[in-house]
């Protein structure tokens, strides 16, 4: 592989482009959406290398975006045009990932970030032939899991990753992920393969099948049990990570239908009611089949939590109405107060 990119012959590369680019999947989603457990079902699978989070391709993405505004200003144009800028990014990804999957007797090369997610798009413009899978789940497991691990790094006295500090980062960062998700589906539906954590878990044969077929890969039967062979990506995600993510246990475990409603003890009737209006109206969501609703309630529970709803749908209101007065006396402190119940509704 790497003597081969070494070529001088810009043709014989050229014409490999589309070969390569059929070799490498990127997995993409907000994190603690089940983006770990695809990555595992694919390095189950004897054609795929799913190796640890290279974490830069959206670095790398950025430093393309960059190149390529620098050579529309003509600030580098006598370096390269657009054209060579694109080629040599990827072959830089080629040669980043690929050797990899050689090196493992494997056909293709699985990338797991879940900050892949927001550099889709400019990832199938320059990697048309490329596999691209967006893991989603239930906005609530995925706020109540980032709490989670929030706690787990102030219990260490570790800095909490931003977006799970808070319900509201939480809520914020989530928002911006099936945002990016939603738009790259709309636009390139054919290119991206949508996955549900809570099928995938109930379903796992079914949907490991349908993953194959996505990539046209005959089905294994290995990949129902991917807690059953050793990873490459684990040090880097468990010990490696302070075990804010997954301790080896978990990170081992097989798909298990029992965790899907965990949330439902974990969150607060208040953080429940918070990510129910964050995302009852999500279209989205709403097409891969979220109600998000709780129907498991009981008469005295439904009464609180929809006397949490009318309260912090006043709040928001008052809110929006405080930040339409002057900057008169104790505005910024009754901010700060509704602030606290509701995030920046600004």
């Known amino acids: 592989m790497s003597d081969f990119l070494n070529c001088s012959d810009l043709t014989i590369i050229h014409n490999q482009y589309e070969s390569f680019e059929k070799r490498l999947i990127f997995i993409g989603g907000s994190p603690r959406s089940g983006t770990t457990l695809v990555q595992n079902i694919l390095d189950s699978h004897p054609d795929i290398y799913g190796g640890p989070e290279f974490l830069h391709i959206p670095e790398i993405i950025k430093l393309r975006g960059a190149l390529q505004r620098s050579v529309f ?3 580098i144009s006598l370096y390269c045009n657009s054209e060579e800028v694109d080629r040599k990014i990827k072959l830089l990804l080629f040669e980043l990932l690929l050797p990899l999957a050689d090196k493992n007797n494997c056909f293709f090369l699985s990338e797991k970030t879940p900050e892949n997610i927001f550099v889709f798009a400019e990832l199938m413009q320059l990697l048309p032939s490329a ?12 706020v109540s899991s980032m709490l989670q691990v929030g706690k787990r790094a102030v219990d260490k006295d570790l800095k909490p990753p931003s977006f799970t500090k808070d319900i509201f980062s939480s809520i914020e960062y989530l928002k911006r992920c099936i945002e990016a998700g939603a738009d790259i589906a709309s636009v390139c539906p054919e290119k991206i393969l949508t996955v549900k954590y809570e099928d995938l878990v109930r379903g796992t044969e079914d949907e490991t099948r349908r993953i194959c077929n996505f990539l046209g890969l005959n089905w294994k039967i290995e990949m129902v ?16 990570s302070d075990e804010l993510w997954y301790d080896k ?7 298990d239908p029992s965790i899907i409603n965990k949330w439902f003890k974990k969150l607060t009737f208040s953080q429940k009611a918070k990510v129910f209006l964050a995302f009852k109206d999500n279209k989205f969501l709403k097409e891969n089949g979220y109600d998000l609703y709780s129907s498991n309630f009981s008469e005295g529970e439904k009464m609180l939590w929809n006397c949490n709803l009318f309260f912090l749908n006043c709040c928001h209101k008052l809110l929006s109405f405080v930040y339409k007065l002057p900057n008169i006396p ?6 700060r107060v509704l602030i606290n119940q509701v995030g920046n509704a600004k």
């Open 131 to 142: 596999h691209f899978i967006h893991v989603i789940r239930d906005p609530r497991a995925i």
């Open 73 to 75: 200003r003509d600030y």
């Open 330 to 335: 104790g505005r910024a402190r009754v901010c």
């Open 249 to 255: 246990s978990s990170y081992y475990k097989n798909p």
């Open 225 to 240: 049990s991917p807690g059953n062979k050793r990873h490459p990506g684990e040090q880097a995600i468990t010990v490696k």
